[in-house]
């Protein structure tokens, strides 16, 4: 296989945008070709678009050839749309990867885009049902926030994880995202504002949540030549892993603070990559709601089982700590324009094992990773190095 | 033309739609069903027309007991679904060693517990766009 790295990536503003589907895709694959010298759409062969829902929200298919169109590139190798609900993204550079490591393309854009918040506001959260089973799960009414509390509620009962500890994921993500300008809340957030806000599913309050979001991130992959061409400092993708555990909540670990498949696809990764968790300098994971940040702390190794609510209550997942989570913000901060998300990841590692990040660097990263789910039982991980 | 909006939340139960037709008939009748692989014997949870261990298709109806207790539970608030009101109670139900996903009706949401005694309360839902009646497979606390 030929080593493959990212060469550019861009993000647009998060939030509730005033935006059209296609304005989200010209902002994100500005900001990618202007982070890219040297390449303009014409020399990009191939485009992998993550989206989960443009049938519903933009009332659109047909999006890889729309998002192509929109931004100059003419695909010779490779024209695709994934959809894999919220890990859409870094599915989407799942298959950009293989492609160009098995020598079927040298350059490809992968760009996530999701225009999610609509004339009629309940009508997004009714949307979002469709990423359970319609038939036995969302008939009743269910989204996210249910799946996931079950998951806070089982942490808290075996190990004696506190609200608190919940919180002060909600805390440290919206901190981060107050130093980032594309972040949906830019504010900030104070543990009392977290455990004061309204509750959504018990234990999980509404800052403890992501927020509906409109956005786009863009990514370019290149092959090893071409990257060394175009920039003295590509990033690599070092590892890669995915699992499954099941799709319906009835199908996963019974003990629901439980996710092997995260665990799978972490040592998966770890292993092509031939590192372990603890050289991890930074992390973007998939903080949908903050007890998955907590069990993503166990799962991929950064503290033992159980040992999640105080890891962050000591601020090991903070800048000074063992690793930073979630310098850009996270799901929670910068919110989860689903199919962006893993595209956004990715684009926060590019920059800030580049040295780029700003107010946000982490000092002296070298080895990052990123984690996307599609429910507690579906994890993709990604290891990106600055050595490749 | 207004603003246009039209989705159809639930199952389509009726036999000229599903071959599960027999658990949504068995449901409005107060019962709990569900398949039994013909290849391999195995019994799963929810009802399947294709067997994952076995790879058969062929399967037969068994009633499950019309009873269980609460393996987890939450209290939604707010973010629901339109349509959908809260406080809603959703759970997962432990029957005959099965796990089923489901609503408590009528409970009060401070008092529900995990390990608690619930029964079978089929709640009928919008007919289908045909007019055929439509039931989900919920719970209440007993
Ligand atoms: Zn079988």
Redesign the pocket.
């Known amino acids: 296989m030929r080593k493959v790295a990212l060469v550019g990536a861009g993000v647009s503003k998060f939030g509730v945008r005033k935006a059209t589907y296609r304005d989200l895709v010209w902002e994100a694959g500005k900001a990618c070709f202007d982070a890219t010298p040297g390449v303009l759409p014409k020399d990009v062969e191939g485009l992998v678009v993550g989206s989960v829902m443009p049938e519903r929200t933009a009332f659109q298919s047909h999006i890889s050839s729309l998002a192509a169109e929109a931004l100059g590139i003419r695909p010779s190798a490779l024209s695709a749309r994934t959809e894999h609900m919220c890990a859409s993204g870094t599915v989407g550079i799942r298959y950009a990867y293989a492609f160009i490591a098995a020598g079927l393309a040298d350059l490809v854009m992968v760009l996530g885009v999701e225009k999610l918040n609509q004339p009629s506001g309940d009508e997004a959260i009714l949307n979002m049902g469709t990423g359970v089973d319609r038939e036995w799960e969302a008939a009743f009414g269910l989204t996210a926030p249910p799946c996931f509390a079950l998951a806070a509620q089982r942490h808290m009962a075996a190990y004696g994880t506190s609200e608190e500890q919940l919180a002060l994921v909600g805390v440290k993500n919206h901190t981060h995202a107050a130093k980032n300008p594309n972040a949906h809340f830019t504010k900030g957030a104070t543990l009392e504002q977290v455990l004061c806000s309204r509750m959504i599913s018990t234990p999980l309050r509404l800052f403890m949540c992501s927020p509906i979001t409109d956005g786009a991130a863009a990514v370019l992959l290149a092959s090893e030549d071409r990257a060394r061409a175009l920039t003295d400092t590509p990033v690599w993708i070092r590892g890669t892993g995915q699992a499954l555990d099941g799709f319906q909540l009835t199908s996963l670990h019974e003990d629901y603070a439980h996710w092997p498949a995260m665990r799978r696809a972490a040592q998966a990764a770890y292993a092509m990559a031939g590192v372990g968790p603890h050289e991890v300098d930074l992390a973007e994971v998939h903080d949908c709601f903050a007890i998955a940040e907590l069990i993503a702390y166990e799962e991929l190794g950064f503290c033992r089982k159980g040992e999640a609510g105080p890891f962050v209550a000591a601020g090991r997942s903070d800048y000074g700590g063992d690793v930073v989570v979630n310098p850009r913000g996270g799901l929670i901060g910068c919110g989860h324009p689903l199919g962006a998300t893993g595209v956004a990841q990715a684009a926060e590692v590019f920059v800030q094992l580049r040295g780029e990040a700003g107010a946000r660097q982490v000092t002296d990263a070298s080895l990052g990773l990123t984690h996307n789910n599609s429910g507690m039982g579906e994890h993709v991980v990604m290891i990106y190095g600055r050595e490749p | 033309m207004s603003y246009f909006r039209a989705i159809d939340p639930f199952p389509l139960e009726s036999a000229e739609h599903t071959k599960l037709h027999e658990f949504y008939a068995r449901l409005a009748g107060g019962r709990l069903a569900t398949t039994r692989?013909?290849?391999?014997?195995?019994t799963t949870w929810p009802p399947r027309g294709f067997?994952?261990?076995?790879?058969?298709d062929r399967f037969e109806w068994v009633d499950l007991p019309a009873e269980g207790t609460v393996h987890a539970f939450t209290v939604q608030d707010a973010g629901l679904p339109a349509g959908f009101d809260g406080p809603r109670v959703f759970a997962i139900v432990k029957v005959a060693g099965h796990r089923i996903f489901s609503i408590l009706t009528g409970a009060d949401p401070g008092a529900v517990r995990v390990g608690q005694r619930v029964a079978l309360a089929p709640l009928r839902v919008a007919d289908d766009p045909r007019g055929h009646p439509r039931w989900l497979p919920a719970f209440r606390v007993t």
């Open positions: 692989c013909g290849g391999c014997g195995a067997c994952p261990e076995c790879a058969s």
